[in-house]
């Protein structure tokens, strides 16, 4: 009996389609560089699926933890197939994992469930354990540089003002976002108050943010806004190539505190 399997990346997620357990697994984040082409041996391999097993209960179990816009539009292309199935008399269970803090994702769920007439069964699992090597660590944090090294939750955060890099760069979910900024936040204010560059130029280099940590990134941008009333502040806001969710985030603070960013897209490297 057969098994479809694509292993999870950074940017897209792990896939089994197992015929001879009768289920349907997605775990991980959703962001390919060509949501089309990741999404259409799936979606063809998940019809195929639904017609071996028109008499077997299945089940279609999904753990995410990011999915953009373009994406969201192709879970529901998903769930359309499995609400056809359903009414064709395929019996099928739909179980939406997420870790219990993360209620972005929950509240995700529960649209798809509403919007597509299908009962999921939503189940709430303890955030996964890291490595003690990936954890948040501060490798130097002083009154002159403050390094943080990137983890699977968190962005790294690179403000050394000898080299003239102010930088945020990566993934922004983390769980408790004010813990996290809140020595970002304390080093920018003591910067600005001591002996700050002629030209400060900070670099938001995202490629996604939940909304615990946008709020804080908001207070940053903030502070960067007020100090310019005393500094030369440069704020560049960087998007990969396609990816307008990242896009319209920065068009949102620029807009809601009325600050002029430079967006600058970036080239996906084939």
């Keep these: 009996m057969k098994k479809f399997l694509i292993k999870a990346t950074e940017k897209t997620p792990g896939i089994l389609i197992d015929y001879k357990k009768k289920s349907i697994k997605i775990k991980g984040k959703i962001k390919p560089d060509n949501t089309n082409e990741f999404w259409k041996p ?30 969201s539009k192709i879970l529901f292309d998903f769930f359309t197939k499995i ?3 359903i009414d064709n008399g395929n019996k099928i269970k739909v179980r939406w994992f997420y870790y219990e803090e993360n209620e972005e994702i929950f509240e995700e769920g529960k649209y798809f469930s509403e919007i597509t007439e299908i009962p999921f069964e939503f189940c709430a699992i303890e955030e996964e354990k890291e490595e003690e090597e990936e954890k948040i660590v501060v490798n130097k944090i002083n009154k002159k540089n403050l390094i ?14 000898d080299k003239e890099i102010f930088e945020f760069s990566g993934d922004s979910w983390c769980l408790d976002a004010v813990s996290f900024y809140r020595d970002i936040i304390n080093w920018f204010a003591y910067y600005f108050k001591s002996k700050a560059l002629e030209t400060t130029t900070v670099e938001f280099k995202f490629g996604y ?3 615990s940590s946008a709020k804080q ?15 030369n502040i440069v704020i560049k806001w960087f998007y990969e190539e396609g990816d307008s969710d990242m896009r319209e985030e920065g068009k949102r603070y620029a807009d809601l505190l009325q600050i002029d960013f430079e967006f600058i897209e970036t080239i996906i490297n084939e």
């Design 83 to 85: 609400k056809s199935a």
């Design 209 to 211: 943010i939940n909304t």
């Design 42 to 71: 799936i979606l063809i391999e998940t019809e195929k699926f639904l017609n071996y097993n028109l008499k077997n209960e299945t089940t279609v179990s999904l753990l995410l933890t990011y999915y953009n816009t373009t994406n």
């Design 148 to 161: 943080i090294r990137k983890t699977k939750e968190t962005p790294a955060i690179t403000l050394n003002p």
């Design 217 to 231: 990134v908001a207070v940053i941008i903030d502070m960067l806004k007020e100090e310019m009333k005393r500094h």
